[in-house]
Nanobody
Framework: QVQLVESGGGLVQTGGSLRLSCAAS????????MGWFRQAPGKEREFVAA????????YYADSVKGRFTISRDNAKNTVYLQMNSLKPEDTAVYYC?????????????????????WGQGTQVTVSS
């Protein structure tokens, strides 16, 4: 069992930055693939970024590549999403997710249905 608590969302102007945090409980956090998804009003939930258990592998959606950075600190049971050069189209509720299988395959880590645990979501709003 893993519980995820997200924080760091807010309102920022175009070009600004935010850092999201996801604090996880559970002894097995270090073995989980961790991901970030987002959902804008009227749109489907979409993949943003994922990171392997040891941080050695990361994968990003094309829409955020070069602007967002995912990282994790297993000693603190926390995963982060650093968001730079934010655009209005980044506005969404951002969700942290955990995949207990730990599989590192694109078809798995980008699939909403493959994740076992989810945070409550945190709102990110980018104003023009």
């Amino acid at each position: 069992q893993v519980q995820l608590v997200e924080s760091g969302g807010g309102l920022v102007q175009t070009g600004g930055s935010l850092r999201l945090s996801c604090a996880a409980s559970g002894r097995t956090f270090s073995s989980y693939v961790m991901g970030w998804f987002r959902q804008a009003p009227g749109k489907e939930r979409e993949f943003v970024a994922a990171i392997s258990w040891n941080g050695g592998n990361t994968y990003y959606a094309d829409s955020v590549k070069g602007r967002f950075t995912i990282s994790r600190d297993n000693a603190k049971n926390t995963v982060y999403l650093q968001m730079n050069s934010l655009k209005p189209e980044d506005t969404a509720v951002y969700y942290c997710a955990a995949d207990r299988t730990g599989q590192w395959r694109v078809v798995v880590i980008t699939d909403y249905y493959k994740y076992d645990y989810w945070g409550q979501g945190t709102q990110v709003t980018v104003s023009s």
